[in-house]
C-alpha cells in the first residue's frame, strides 16, 4: 500500500526524493533503490519511501530472474507460392506480346502511318493544285515520290501540275498583252491556249471581247469617216449601233458626238429656208435624242421646249382655237422672235386677229382691241389691218364701259437705318434658288436655299435687304416680254387682279383690263416665266388659297381647297412648273413648293421657327 506524508512533513521536498521518483517511474530500478536508501536512514519510519524501495527492489529482482522467450513465426507458403506463379504467368504474357507487337504490329503501324503521309501528301498537292499554287503542288508531289516511287497517281498528278503550270504562264503572257492593248499578239496566244486546253479559264470571253472591242473600234472609225465625208445621219446610225452593243465603249467621245450630231440635225431643220413647219416633229425628236445623251444640257433643253410650244401652237392653230395658239406660241416668240423665220410671228398675228374677231362679235371690245393691238405690233412686213382694227375699236371704249380701278395700297416701308452698311448681294445672281424671310431666332433675316430646302444660306438682315427684296418680287407681276404687268385694284369695290396694257404712240395709255371678277378678294398676282398662266391667292372659297388663270381669263383653276388653313405668297420656278409659296397648314408658317396641278406638296423649310414670303429666283 502506498505511503503518505503528514502534514509537517518535508521529505517532499527534499531534491534527492524528487529525483528518486523520476528513477523509479522511468524504471531505472538500480538508482532508484540507491536514493531511496539513503532517504530511508535520513528519513527513518517514513511509510512512503520504505514502499517505493521495497517495490524497486521487487521490480528489480523480477527483471533479472525472468527470461523472455522468443515467439516462433509460421510461414504459410502456400499463398506465397500460388501469388508467385500468378506473376511469372503475366511476365511469360508481357513477354509474348512484346514479342508479338515487335515481330507483327509494329510493322503494320508503321505501314500504316506511311500510308496517312502519302494520302496527306497527296491531298495537299491536289489542294495547292486546284488554287493554282503549282510549286507548293510540286513539292508536296516530290515527297511524296520520294516515299513512294511506284506511286502512279502521284507520278501522273506531278506530270498534270507541271503542264497546268505552263498554261498558266502562257496566260499570264496573254493577259498581260490584252491589257496593255495589243491585240493581235493577245488573240495568237488566246488561240495557243485554246488548241493547247480547250475551255481553259476565262480564254473564250477574253477571245470574243477582244474580237467585240475591234468591231466596235471599225464602227467608230466608220462613223468618224462618215462624219468627215459629210454623212451626219449615216454616221449618227453607226454611233448609235456602239451604244446599243456596249453602252460603256468611249461612252463620252460617244455620247458627245451623238449629242451634237442630233443638235445639228435638229437645228439644220430649223433653219432651213423656206421654213418647213411640217418638219419641227423631226427636229423635236433630235433634240430628244441630244438630250437622252446630255439630259441637263441647257441648249438642248431649250430647243426642245421651243419646239414642243410650236407644235402645240400649231395643233391649236390647225384646229382655228385661237386663244390656245396663242398661249403656245406667245413664249416661243417672246424668247426667240425668229423661230422659223416669221412663221411663228405670222401664226400669231392670224391667231390675234381671229382671236380679236370672235371677241368683238361677243361685244368684248377690250379684248378685241388687246388682241388688234398686240397683232399691230408684231414685226411683220404688213400689219395694217390689224393696227385699222384696233383703231376703230378705240372710239368705242368709253370710260362707263370699265370698271372704277383704284390701287390697293401696300405696307409703308421702314425709313432706312442710318448706320451704313455692304453693298448686297445682287438677288438675280440666285437664279434656280429660293430667297425666302426667316424668323430663325439665332439669326433672322433674309436667306436662299435650294429648291428641295438644302444648302440654307444666311445673306443679312431685312432691313439691309428691304428694298432689293421688294424690287425682286416687283418683276414677277410682268410678263415674259416686259410689256404687260398685272397689280391689285378695287373692282366695284373688291379688290381684284387687273392686267395693264402697253402704253402705245398711236393709242396712248389704255385703261387696265380686270383679270379677276371673283365673290372673294384676289391678291398678289405672279406671272408664270413662259407667260401662260397667272398665279394669285383668293378668298373665293373663305380661305386664303392660290388659283392660277390665264392672262385673258379665259380658264381660272384652283390649286387647293382649303378649310381652316391659308396659303400664300405663290412664286413659279423658273420652268413655270412648279409653284414655291408659304402656309400654315403645319402649324407655323413654312415654305412649301408643289406642282403646277396643286400635287406633290412638299415642306421645304421643317424648322420650328417661322419661314415665309418666297421668291423662287428665275
Known amino acids: 500500500m502506498a505511503a503518505t506524508f503528514g502534514a509537517n512533513s518535508t521529505e517532499y521536498d527534499d531534491p534527492q526524493f524528487q529525483e528518486a521518483a523520476t528513477h523509479f517511474h522511468m524504471g531505472q530500478w538500480d538508482k532508484a533503490i540507491r536514493l531511496l536508501e539513503t532517504l530511508q536512514a535520513r528519513y527513518p519510519g517514513d511509510a512512503r519511501i520504505d514502499q517505493m524501495l521495497k517495490d524497486a527492489r521487487f521490480k528489480a529482482h523480477l527483471e533479472t530472474n525472468t527470461e523472455i522467450k522468443e515467439k516462433r513465426v509460421i510461414i504459410n507458403w502456400r499463398p506465397i507460392l500460388t501469388r508467385v506463379a500468378i506473376v511469372g504467368t503475366l511476365a511469360l504474357l508481357v513477354i509474348a506480346g512484346i514479342w508479338v507487337l ?15 503521309q502519302q494520302a496527306q501528301l497527296m491531298n495537299t498537292a491536289q489542294a495547292a493544285l486546284t488554287a493554282g499554287d503549282y510549286d507548293t503542288a510540286e513539292q508536296r508531289l516530290l515527297e511524296l515520290l520520294a516515299k513512294s516511287p511506284d506511286d502512279v497517281s502521284a507520278t501522273a498528278l506531278l506530270a498534270d501540275t507541271r503542264w497546268q503550270r505552263e498554261l498558266f504562264a502562257l496566260y499570264n503572257e496573254a493577259v498581260a498583252a490584252d491589257n496593255a492593248g495589243n491585240d493581235e499578239l493577245a488573240l495568237s496566244m488566246y488561240a495557243d491556249l485554246q488548241m493547247k486546253s480547250p475551255g481553259y479559264r476565262d480564254v473564250s470571253n477574253r477571245i470574243l471581247a477582244i474580237r467585240h472591242t475591234q468591231e466596235l473600234d471599225q464602227l467608230m472609225q466608220q462613223a468618224k469617216n462618215l462624219l468627215m465625208l459629210g454623212f451626219e445621219s449615216e454616221a449618227s446610225n453607226a454611233l448609235a449601233q456602239i451604244q446599243a452593243m456596249d453602252v460603256n465603249y468611249r461612252r463620252s467621245e460617244v455620247s458627245e458626238m451623238l449629242f451634237d450630231l442630233n443638235m445639228r440635225r435638229g437645228k439644220r431643220i430649223l433653219e432651213q429656208n423656206p421654213p418647213q413647219p411640217a418638219e419641227v416633229s423631226v427636229a423635236l425628236a433630235a433634240f430628244n435624242t441630244a438630250l437622252q445623251q446630255q439630259p441637263n444640257d441647257p441648249g438642248a433643253i431649250t430647243e426642245a421646249r421651243l419646239a414642243v410650244g410650236f407644235l402645240r401652237g400649231r395643233e391649236a392653230y390647225d384646229q382655228r382655237d385661237w386663244l390656245n395658239t396663242i398661249n403656245s406660241l406667245r413664249p416661243v416668240f417672246a424668247e426667240r422672235a425668229s423661230y422659223l423665220g416669221n412663221t411663228t410671228a405670222s401664226m400669231l398675228f392670224v391667231s390675234m386677229m381671229g382671236a380679236g374677231d370672235d371677241y368683238a362679235a361677243s ?4 379684248n378685241a382691241y388687246e388682241m388688234y393691238s398686240q397683232a399691230c405690233q ?4 404688213d400689219t395694217t389691218s390689224a393696227c385699222a382694227k384696233a383703231s376703230s375699236v378705240v372710239p368705242l371704249l368709253t370710260p362707263t364701259a370699265t370698271p372704277t380701278l383704284t390701287p390697293t395700297p401696300g405696307p409703308t416701308a421702314p425709313p432706312p437705318s442710318a448706320t451704313a452698311t455692304a453693298t448686297p448681294r445682287p438677288l438675280r445672281t440666285f437664279r434656280g434658288r429660293i430667297i425666302f424671310k426667316s424668323e430663325n431666332p439665332d439669326l433672322p433675316g433674309i436667306y436662299v436655299m435650294d429648291p428641295d430646302g438644302s444648302n440654307r444660306e444666311y445673306l443679312g438682315t431685312f432691313q ?8 425682286l418680287r416687283e418683276t414677277e407681276r410682268y410678263s415674259p416680254d416686259g410689256t404687260y404687268w398685272v397689280s391689285t385694284a378695287d373692282v366695284d369695290g373688291n379688290p381684284q387682279i387687273i392686267l395693264h396694257l402697253p402704253v402705245t404712240s398711236q393709242f396712248g395709255e389704255l385703261p387696265p383690263k380686270p383679270v379677276t371678277r371673283m365673290t372673294g378678294m384676289s391678291y398678289d398676282p405672279v406671272w408664270s416665266p413662259d407667260g401662260a398662266w397667272i398665279a394669285f391667292v383668293t378668298t373665293e372659297n373663305e380661305s386664303d388659297d392660290i388659283w392660277k388663270t390665264r392672262p385673258d381669263s379665259s380658264e381660272q383653276v384652283a390649286l387647293m381647297r382649303n378649310d381652316w388653313e391659308w396659303d400664300k405668297h405663290p412664286s413659279w420656278s423658273p420652268d413655270s412648273q412648279r409653284i414655291v409659296f408659304f402656309s400654315n397648314r403645319d402649324g407655323d408658317r413654312q415654305l412649301f413648293v408643289m406642282d403646277t396641278n396643286g400635287r406633290n406638296v412638299t415642306n421645304i423649310s421643317r424648322v420650328p421657327w417661322a419661314e415665309y414670303e418666297p421668291i423662287w429666283v428665275k
Open 102 to 116: 515487335r515481330a507483327r504490329l509494329l510493322p503494320m503501324l508503321a505501314e500504316a502511318q506511311l500510308q496517312r
Open 464 to 471: 439691309r435687304y428691304e428694298q432689293a427684296f421688294a424690287d
Open 363 to 366: 361685244n368684248d371690245l377690250l
Open 378 to 381: 408684231l414685226p411683220l412686213s
